[in-house]
């Protein structure tokens, strides 16, 4: 049996091909997520491998694969929970990679001149210093502050989350970078999405400041990946709605890809936010799949 062989997990596999494999897995027609060995085969042997990389019993289901329609992300939720064990084995784990991708992001805002600061970001009507003030929300207002705001704005979190944003904005830049710098072993985790939510929100929004500016960002490849794998999801569309069905995204400088069909090459990041839904250039990118984009990312 060839060692890259679909279905198959060796003991001695990276984490990019373990990974790579579960991404690949076969689930099952329906949105309800069930230990069904009989009807639902695909779906009940991710939860099996599941259950063995949590210590849960293999029908008991994460929080975050309870509410309908989360089917899509059953196969990531599962390549995290495995990539955790095993990166955990080299002494490395999911709120390491988070740690090491603030810092590193700290790094580079604090470098930023007034200019960059104020420079429009990916995120529509946002500057850098809005998406700054955005990402560092969850460590600066209170529970009590979150739940008052949320209220005033009719329980629309984009209206808050607007409105914080456009405030905090105005704050100096030292303060908001410091609120970075000094969090960067906090275990905030956005609701429903764990540490690889976390992760994923903290790299999207470096590269929504970073990548319109070319502003050189260093993100460790294991953690693009990680971020890749959640958001590519596995249902035809990415977490964000972006239809990829009939594409194989690959990235250029890095062992991933995900999907299947007309192949889609690009650069990590690029690949990354298009998928997150952001306005990124179809020239970035190279192969047929470029022709099944329509007007995705335009």
């Known amino acids: ?28 027609s329906g949105g309800e997520i069930a230990s069904d060995p ?23 289901l994460p929080p975050t694969l309870t509410q309908p329609g989360h089917r899509s992300k ?28 603030r810092r590193e992001l700290a790094d580079v805002l604090g470098s930023l001149s007034a200019t960059q ?5 990916l995120c529509a009507g946002w500057t850098a210093a809005h998406v700054v003030a955005h990402l560092t929300m969850p460590f600066r207002i209170s529970p009590q502050e979150f739940a008052a705001g949320l209220e005033k704005a009719g329980g629309q979190f984009g209206e808050f989350s607007d409105a914080v944003a456009s405030r905090d904005s105005q704050l100096p830049q030292a303060e908001l970078v ?13 609701p429903g999405g764990g540490y690889a939510g976390a992760l994923s929100h903290d790299v999207i929004h470096g590269l929504d400041i970073t990548w319109p500016q070319a502003i050189e960002y260093p993100i ?13 999801g596995d249902g035809g569309k990415s977490l964000f709605g972006i239809p990829l069905d009939g594409i194989e995204l690959q990235a250029s400088d890095l062992d991933w890809s995900s999907g299947a069909g ?37």
Request: glycine share 8%; proline share 9%.
């Open 1 to 28: 049996m060839p060692p890259d062989a679909p279905g198959v997990i060796r003991l001695l596999d990276p984490p990019d091909v373990i990974r790579r494999k579960i991404a690949r897995a076969v689930t099952d």
């Open 38 to 60: 009989a009807h639902k085969p695909g779906v009940s042997n991710l939860l099996t491998i599941l259950a063995a990389c949590t210590g849960t019993a293999p029908g008991s």
């Open 74 to 101: 059953l196969s990531s939720c599962t390549t995290y929970k495995l990539d955790n064990r095993v990166v955990r084995q080299q002494g490395v784990t999911m709120m390491d990679l988070i740690a090491a991708e």
């Open 117 to 121: 600061w104020q420079a429009p970001s």
């Open 178 to 190: 410091a609120a970075l710098r000094d969090n960067t072993d906090n275990p905030w985790q956005p």
């Open 220 to 232: 460790p490849g294991q953690a693009l990946a990680t971020v890749l794998d959640l958001i590519a």
């Open 262 to 298: 007309a192949r889609l090459t690009g650069r990590s990041r690029d690949l990354l936010l298009l998928i997150a839904g952001r306005a990124i250039p179809h020239e970035a990118f190279s192969g047929p799949g470029v022709q099944l984009l329509g007007d995705t990312g335009r």
